[in-house]
């Protein structure tokens, strides 16, 4: 079988980029007669190892990952060259690997859309601050769902979403769950964790607390300042910091990092235990999460919630919100809390810290549920997702 996919998000850092990247690699490493062919919007190289792959790049007036982002749009011309180019390739499906950055290709070519939340359509306000982005993904997602034959999700909470939020048919929808890449793995080299927390601008002997994702509203960041704030005013956390580790201007998307830096330099509780670090490298986050405290979740909904997964394969124990997939992704490795409750957060955060017995635990469940998460297995749900669609 020849199998179209729209690889034109691979360079995006976001967790869409990572999940494409990653379960696209994957995929390509499995044990069968099918090709793929990529269609690019600028220059793939790193797949020229795959004999099974053949990249095609269509003329572009800007990339994909400047264009479709929460405050611009994406060029008609340039999704019409990528159409073009999918329909002038004897393909026999094609393959989304993110709605992010999905076009039109013709009407009889089956067609997978991965829809990784409906975090947009339950809390529309926090991630689209105005009317015009908001209408245009609506428009978008409408149209990819009723041009494709089958959604692919990244778990069982993202699909009720999905089904609640969109209108989807729940039929209709399959799941692949993502996973930790294999650089993930606790370090116990105490230089390199060391430097890593230099690159981070954290001290070196202090617990941290680690959060790593887009600084954007729907995070809850402010709520976990809340709870970390009312932790100390009770007389906790005594010498633990919190790390935010993510891209200040969100990647194009909307971010709330001027208010939360606000909030934390006009507050001396917080002003010298919040430390923003900014993007960082993945060999950086191995050395962080190996030397974190904890990782905090905080968000009001997550499709799968990678940095999760990626900590517990560091052994770092989660800090979760109880809302969305997290509870199905962390499940026994982590202490969970309502988003919408500043004690349950304060509570959640002070029993992690001196708890000293439940953290050990929680640290050892981390590494062994991690353990059962692997790209090889969600490239392959997906690929036998594809082969049945394309049986009809």
Request: hydrophobic share 45%; proline share 6%.
């Amino acid at each position: 079988m020849n199998i179209g996919i729209d690889a034109t998000c691979w360079w995006n850092n976001r967790g869409f980029g990572r999940f494409t990247r990653e379960i696209l690699t994957a995929l390509f490493e499995l044990d069968s007669d099918h090709q793929f062919f990529l269609f690019v919007d600028q220059p793939l190289d790193e797949l020229a190892r795959f004999a099974n792959v053949t990249v095609i790049q269509a003329a572009s007036s800007r990339p994909t990952t400047e264009a479709a982002v929460a405050d611009s749009s994406r060029s008609p011309f340039d999704m019409y060259r990528l159409y073009r180019a999918v329909a002038q390739t004897p393909i026999d499906l094609m393959f989304f690997p993110a709605v992010y950055s999905w076009y039109p290709v013709p009407r009889k070519l089956p067609s997978m859309v991965t829809l990784h939340d409906a975090i947009a359509e339950h809390y529309p306000k926090l991630i689209f601050p105005g009317w015009r982005s908001r209408l245009f993904w609506s428009i978008k997602i409408r149209f990819a769902i009723r041009a494709s034959q089958r959604i692919l999700t990244v778990s069982n909470a993202a699909k009720q979403e999905i089904v609640e939020y969109i209108g989807a048919d729940p039929d209709a929808i399959d799941i692949a769950s993502e996973a930790p890449h294999p650089q993930f793995q606790r370090t116990e080299d105490e230089a390199r964790k060391n430097a890593a927390r230099r690159r981070a601008n954290l001290p070196l002997d202090i617990p941290v607390i680690v959060f790593v994702g887009g600084l954007a509203p729907h995070k809850n960041l402010h709520g976990l300042l809340d709870g970390f704030e009312r932790a100390i005013s009770k007389g906790h956390l005594e010498s633990v910091h919190l790390a935010l580790v993510g891209d200040f201007k969100g990647a194009g998307f909307f971010s709330n990092y001027d208010s939360l830096c606000d909030r934390v330099h006009a507050n001396p509780e917080l002003r010298d235990r919040v430390h923003f670090s900014g993007y960082v490298s993945d060999t950086d986050l191995v050395a962080l999460y190996s030397s974190a405290l904890a990782v905090a979740m905080p968000s009001y909904s997550e499709g799968f919630g990678l940095p999760a997964i990626e900590a517990m394969a560091c052994a770092a124990p989660v800090l979760a919100s109880d809302r969305g997939a997290l509870p199905e992704v962390v499940g026994d490795a982590g202490l969970y809390f309502d988003p919408f409750n500043v004690e349950s957060i304060s509570a959640a955060i002070i029993e992690m810290v001196e708890n000293h017995g439940l953290r050990a635990q929680l640290s050892a469940n981390a590494l062994a549920r991690a353990s059962g998460f692997t790209w090889q297995r969600a490239a392959q749900l997906t690929l036998t997702h594809l082969e049945e669609m394309s049986q009809g």
